[in-house]
């Protein structure tokens, strides 16, 4: 088993269990973590709900890979800090994810230039400062940035506070000790 499948796979274990229809969630009716307009736009048309709710796990697996693996970059990234990006761009979207990084690089004084693009510049200078400082410190600094992000999320639309301890808890599970 490859990272990508391992992560995948600890990602849905762990996180995007069944299927859900929550009414306060935007996403809508989603299974395994996919959301009803990321299948659709996955199977290229229109889907049903029930359609998210049939959704296979190899199907599931397929698109975690294409759009939120590969997509972002991951696997440019040092070992350490895959886990927790890859589980950003699940949570927020791959551009969020990876704009939440090259901020927590900044933060930790190397800055990149944050456009939401996990190139070379980005994957060395996460290397670098993984390296460095410690893959601990680039966590860390990535799951402070999640949490203000939850926080401008909820902040904006007080709909999505009940989501607020659960998004929180997901993120600071891959928090590190020094």
């Known amino acids: 088993m490859d990272s990508a499948e391992r992560i995948i796979a600890d990602t849905i274990s762990r996180w995007e269990g069944g299927y859900v229809n929550h009414p306060a ?16 736009a996955f199977r290229g048309r229109p889907v049903t709900a029930e359609d998210v709710r049939t959704l296979p796990r190899a199907e599931a697996v397929t698109i ?68 460095d400082r410690g893959a601990h410190a680039v966590i860390n600094a990535l799951c402070d940035r999640r949490r203000h992000r939850y926080d401008t999320l909820v902040a904006a639309d007080p709909s999505q506070a009940g989501f607020a301890a659960g998004w929180r808890r997901r993120c600071d599970s891959f928090r590190r000790p020094a």
């Open 25 to 40: 969630d935007h996403g809508g009716p989603t299974n395994f973590g996919i959301t009803q307009r990321t299948l659709a």
């Open 64 to 131: 975690y890979r294409q759009r939120y693996w590969s997509t972002t970059g991951v696997d440019r990234l040092p070992e350490p800090l895959q886990p927790v990006v890859f589980d950003s761009a699940v949570n927020l979207g791959p551009g969020a994810a990876v704009r939440l990084l090259q901020q927590a690089l900044g933060d930790l004084g190397a800055p990149v230039t944050v456009d939401g693009v996990l190139g070379a510049g980005t994957a060395a200078t996460a290397a670098r400062v993984a390296a």
